[in-house]
């Protein structure tokens, strides 16, 4: 979320109980259902975590990690920390509030990074970009949890999805701002960059998806 004329802090307070309206527990469902997979990562950057539901389970699902969580968002930001006020994996956790489009990222520091409903409020070249800058961060092998809306492939299902996202997007750019109109193709992007699916959910006809990638698998070591 571009801080420079996206604006979600109204919809911290309200996030949760709209997004249950809509969807149930399906985006909660994509976010958590791979989250076991990053359990021996040891540093974590986390992109447009909003509220802090996934951090709360990211940080009890890699109890070693260290993990750096951006999001646009002073508010939500500001909900996420509160959820893991009492817990110890607080000392863990660093907050910043950044421009995802202006922030750095130090050359081979982590080994995942996680994406949850976050890469949809670009266009497909900043996606591109995001990923490039993000990809140069990340040490051989890393993975990138990936959790988002997708448009099934025909059918009903497609065009549910269309009506879906085309409100959607409709919805957040009167409340929030976002100019974006359009689905980037995250997932071909990622691919594009050199990232492997490993393992993918999915949810709602296909409207939701939670994915596992790997970047730059390291080769298998044969006993000799």
Not at 27 to 33: G, K, Q
Not at 152 to 161: D, S, V
Request: some cysteine; glycine content about 6%.
């Amino acid at each position: 979320m571009n801080v420079r004329s996206v604006n979600f802090d109204p919809l911290a307070r309200w996030y949760r109980a709209l997004e249950f309206l809509a969807f149930g527990r399906d985006l909660e469902r994509a976010r958590f259902c791979l989250l076991d997979r990053l359990a021996d990562c040891e540093e974590i950057l986390v992109l447009g975590e909003g509220d802090g539901r996934c951090l709360a389970r990211l940080v009890q699902a890699a109890p070693r990690a260290r993990v750096r969580c951006l999001d646009g968002s002073a508010a939500m930001l500001a909900r996420a920390a509160a959820r893991l006020a009492e817990q110890p994996a607080r000392s863990r956790v660093s907050f910043e509030q950044a421009d995802i489009l202006a922030a750095t990222f130090p050359a081979a520091s982590y080994d995942a990074v996680v994406t949850c409903f976050f890469l949809d409020c670009f266009t497909a070249a900043e996606v591109e970009g995001i990923v490039a800058r993000v990809a140069a961060s990340l040490r051989p092998g890393a993975r990138w949890l990936f959790a988002d809306f997708a448009i099934p492939p025909r059918g009903f299902a497609r065009m549910r999805a269309q009506i879906w996202l085309g409100s959607l997007y409709a919805f957040f750019g009167w409340r929030t701002g976002l100019a974006t109109r359009r689905l980037p193709p995250s997932e071909t992007i990622l691919r594009a960059a050199g990232f492997v699916s490993e393992a993918a959910r999915e949810f709602q006809g296909g409207l939701i998806r939670g994915e596992l990638f790997r970047h730059r698998l390291a080769p298998v070591v044969t006993a000799t």
